[in-house]
Nanobody
Framework: QVQVLESGGTLVQAGGSLRLSCTTSGLTFKAYTMGWFRQAPGKEREAVSCIGWSGPSTYVADSVEGRFTISRDNAKNTLYLQMNSLKPEDTAMYYC???????????????????WGQGTQVTVSS
């Protein structure tokens, strides 16, 4: 049984930093492209960043370029998102997704992801 679990979300002041983690089990982690996505209330889901099995990132949204960094530790089956210089507009539920490498859907493909987590809430106060 595949499990994808995000953690690290919390309330933070603007300008602050957070690191999100996504741990997986039940899948061969290095065989999956991983991604972070977010959805704010009343808005569509947005791709934040994706990373192939060996890194570096394959996609970074313009809205977070230079502030967010995606990384992965294949030995720990864990994906990370380091978020710096947070802004109120970064407030959203953040989701982790795993897509098997051969599927070749890009990060912005609406059908990206074979497995999804339940999300972790990030709230940035002004």
């Amino acid at each position: 049984q595949v499990q994808v679990l995000e953690s690290g979300g919390t309330l933070v002041q603007a300008g602050g930093s957070l690191r999100l983690s996504c741990t997986t089990s039940g899948l061969t982690f290095k065989a999956y492209t991983m991604g972070w996505f977010r959805q704010a209330p009343g808005k569509e889901r947005e791709a934040v960043s994706c990373i192939g099995w060996s890194g570096p990132s394959t996609y970074v949204a313009d809205s977070v370029e230079g502030r967010f960094t995606i990384s992965r530790d294949n030995a720990k089956n864990t994906l990370y998102l380091q978020m710096n210089s947070l802004k109120p507009e970064d407030t959203a539920m953040y989701y982790c997704a795993a897509q098997v490498n051969y599927r070749m859907r890009g990060c912005r493909d609406p059908n990206f992801g074979d497995y999804w987590g339940q999300g972790t809430q990030v709230t940035v106060s002004s």
